[in-house]
């Protein structure tokens, strides 16, 4: 595999195409906005120059990354020639499920599609197309330039070498990947949004404050950062897109979103990318304040 079409130019896939530039493979970048693109190839440069600066890698190797990076607005010539298709578009299943259906049409009949989705059935996915063995989920970690984890997800149809080869090509990203079976939220999600979603219901009741919280995480668990502020850098649409899928998917009631954590997406207020969540973030989201309703 050498050409890589990833859609979706957001936090998650414009990260995926820096890592996969960065590892010289030939990177096409679709989005629908080409003011999306263009802001996406600003981040990728700020965090590779961020590496330039660690001496983790040189001014010759960021400019050959961004050499191997092109975008697009149009799907079909975005993914014309692709080896591997990595979708990291919205976590909404039925955008997914559409885009998958003009992929199997788009793209040539070889190319492996994998999604980069955190909870949604790589078995469903598949199921908007005619090659259900050769799709297969590729979740990375957030920050993914900085993240080792890949879960490689195995649909009820994905193939052996389909799984076997997307395993190889993580290794090869200096990734460390996991095979997991199709279940709602895999493993990583499975486990992390219940925390999280636990953390909000102890702060709803009144156990205890934002940063008494999360310090209780941080120091007694040894989490680098703790579940609320990890929640507001993940968005808060995000968790409670996650904690839908698996209360729908398993029909079990602890995993039903904690009511704040309804009514602060409700409101808008997503975590970082809104500027406000349980914490309030400036640019530099070093700087943690308790949002003005918790104090």
Do not use: W
Not at 19 to 35: Q, W
Not at 41 to 60: F, M, S
Not at 179 to 193: K, Q, S, T, Y
Not at 265 to 282: C, D, E, R, S
């Amino acid at each position: 595999m050498k050409n890589i079409s990833v859609i979706g130019s957001g936090t998650m896939g414009n990260g995926i195409a820096h890592v996969f530039a960065l590892y010289g493979y030939t990177v096409s970048l679709i989005d629908i906005r080409e003011e999306s693109l263009k802001k996406a190839l600003v981040t990728i440069e700020k965090n590779l120059d961020r590496q330039v600066a660690k001496q983790q890698i040189t001014e010759e190797k960021k400019k050959e990354t961004l050499n191997n990076i092109t975008i697009y607005t149009q799907l079909g010539k975005g993914v014309s020639n692709a080896d591997l298709v990595v979708e990291a578009a919205i976590e909404n299943e039925a955008i997914k499920l559409a885009l998958f259906k003009d992929l199997d049409t788009l793209a040539p009949a070889q190319t492996i599609l994998a999604s980069n989705t955190s909870s949604i059935s790589i078995t469903k996915i598949a199921s908007a197309t005619n090659r259900t063995d050769r799709v297969v989920g590729m979740h990375f970690m957030n920050p993914v330039p900085m993240m080792k984890l890949v879960e490689v997800i195995r649909g009820y149809s994905t193939s052996d070498n389909v799984t076997k080869a997307i395993m190889e090509l993580s290794r090869k990203l200096d990734k460390i990947p996991v095979e997991v079976n199709d279940f709602p939220g895999f493993i990583a999600n499975r486990i992390l949004m219940p925390m999280i979603n636990e953390a909000i219901h102890a702060l709803h009741e009144g156990v205890a404050g934002v940063e008494e919280i999360d310090a209780v995480m941080k120091l007694g668990m040894a989490h680098p950062m703790g579940p609320l502020q990890l929640a507001d850098f993940i968005g808060l649409d995000v968790c409670l897109s996650i904690l839908r899928v698996l209360y729908e998917g398993f029909g079990n009631p602890k995993y039903a979103p904690c009511p704040l954590l309804i009514s602060m997406v409700q409101a808008g207020h997503l975590g970082v990318k809104t500027k406000n969540g349980f914490y309030k973030h400036t640019a530099d989201t070093k700087e943690m304040i308790v949002a003005d309703r918790f104090k």
